[in-house]
């Protein structure tokens, strides 16, 4: 059977949980009119506050919990100094886990974050993860969350992020300024907010230059091994391209490495454009063109509106905040004339 929740009051109710979790707590901002539809609507579906999530919030941790998908990856890496800075200069500590890219384990992150009773958490979410019940429960229990780079959109927290529509636009537009009409998109996942948005700024480029694109060469492809396999079929197959412009740094990495085994010239013959400016950018050869995508400042950023959340004694609404990011221009696109 299921057990009431704050989420079920404030969903009947029409108002946010925290509000219900402080008409609980007989807070003076919440007013008695509120305070007595609360206590009715907990009176009527038998609500019974959970003493686990009591018992966890009565001291405060100065912890936070930080779930994102790989800490290897160079991206991640650059977030976690920027949340360990923050963290450090507002005087919290910071627990780091890596779903892997595996949805069982971030629900176990999550859960391993109620137990350890951090104030709050901060998470990139899985490339496979659909249902976000386990991010609600985390919500359910009165833990703020904030969402980068990998969001969930439907979810009311809030988010930092990079316009990755507008920086995808100006990738492809630099292309096609530098000469290129037929090129391959390598997209992510469609489930991943950050892998439209890069599609529609691919084609809202051919869009304004009044260019037909090809959805042949709109290929899913997010990693370096599916790249050097995807970019292998389209020169088997004879496809003619001129560009390719990648969703990650790593699948454009990948698209490098076959084209020069097929010793297909970067960029007189074909121009890479990928996303991130990842290390491997830096060192893979020809040096890769990118967008920058600023992980120190986004993972500085999220905590600060974390921190700023949880000790913020009225209720803030939900915020979303756009790190700026530039196109950085190396050696695997031609120069603009």
Same mark, same amino acid.
């Given at each position: 059977?299921h057990?009431?929740?704050?989420k079920?009051?404030?969903k009947?109710?029409? %108002?946010s949980p ?5 008409? #609980?707590?007989?807070?003076?901002? @919440?007013?008695?009119k509120t305070k /007595?539809? *609360?206590?009715?609507?907990?009176s009527?579906l038998?609500?019974r ?6 018992n ?12 994102i998908p790989q800490?290897?990856h160079?991206?991640?890496s ?6 360990e800075?923050c963290a450090?200069?507002k005087g919290y ?9 595996l ?7 999550t859960?391993?974050m109620?137990?350890?009773g951090?104030?709050g958490v901060?998470i990139?979410?899985?490339?496979q ?6 991010f ?5 229990y ?17 988010k930092? %992020?990079?316009n ?5 636009? #100006?990738a492809t537009?630099?292309? @096609?300024k530098?000469?290129?009409? /037929?090129? *391959?998109?390598?997209k992510g996942?469609?489930?991943l907010?950050i892998?439209t948005?890069r599609?529609?700024g691919?084609?809202e480029?051919?869009?304004e230059y ?7 060469l ?5 990693n370096f091994?599916?790249a050097?396999?995807q ?8 496809i ?10 790593d ?10 085994k097929?010793r297909?010239?970067i960029?007189d013959?074909?121009?890479v ?9 830096k060192i893979?050869?020809?040096?890769l ?7 120190y ?9 974390? %921190?700023e959340r ?8 939900p915020?979303?905040?756009?790190v700026?990011?530039k196109l ?5 696109t031609?120069t603009l004339?």
């Amino acid at each position: 059977m299921h057990r009431a929740t704050i989420k079920d009051i404030a969903k009947i109710l029409g %108002i946010s949980p925290s509000t219900v979790s402080r008409a #609980l707590k007989d807070h003076p901002d @919440i007013s008695e009119k509120t305070k /007595k539809a *609360v206590l009715e609507q907990a009176s009527k579906l038998k609500y019974r506050p959970n003493t686990l999530a009591l018992n966890l919030r009565k001291n405060k941790s100065n912890t936070i919990g930080v779930i994102i998908p790989q800490i290897v990856h160079y991206f991640f890496s650059s977030v976690i100094s920027g949340i360990e800075d923050c963290a450090h200069e507002k005087g919290y500590t910071v627990i780091v886990t890596q779903s892997n890219e595996l949805v069982e384990r971030e629900i176990d992150n999550t859960t391993a974050m109620i137990s350890s009773g951090v104030e709050g958490v901060l998470i990139s979410r899985t490339k496979q993860t659909t249902d976000f019940s386990h991010f609600t429960q985390l919500m359910s229990y009165d833990i703020p969350i904030v969402f980068f780079d990998r969001i969930c959109p439907t979810l009311k927290t809030d988010k930092v %992020i990079v316009n990755d529509e507008y920086a995808a636009f #100006l990738a492809t537009e630099y292309l @096609i300024k530098t000469g290129c009409r /037929k090129i *391959v998109h390598f997209k992510g996942p469609d489930n991943l907010e950050i892998s439209t948005k890069r599609l529609t700024g691919f084609l809202e480029a051919f869009h304004e230059y009044n260019l037909p694109y090809e959805k042949d060469l709109i290929i899913t492809c997010d990693n370096f091994e599916e790249a050097i396999v995807q970019t292998q079929k389209l020169i088997d197959n004879k496809i003619t391209f001129d560009g390719i412009f990648t969703v990650n740094d790593d699948s454009a990495a990948g698209a490098i490495v076959t084209l020069n085994k097929n010793r297909i010239s970067i960029p007189d013959q074909v121009s890479v454009f990928g996303y991130s400016n990842d290390l491997i950018s830096k060192i893979i050869s020809p040096k890769l063109s990118t967008v920058e995508q600023p992980g120190y400042e986004m993972g500085y950023t999220a905590t600060r509106l974390l %921190i700023e959340r949880i000790e913020s004694e009225k209720e803030i609404r939900p915020r979303t905040e756009v790190v700026s990011t530039k196109l950085v221009l190396r050696e695997s696109t031609k120069t603009l004339v």
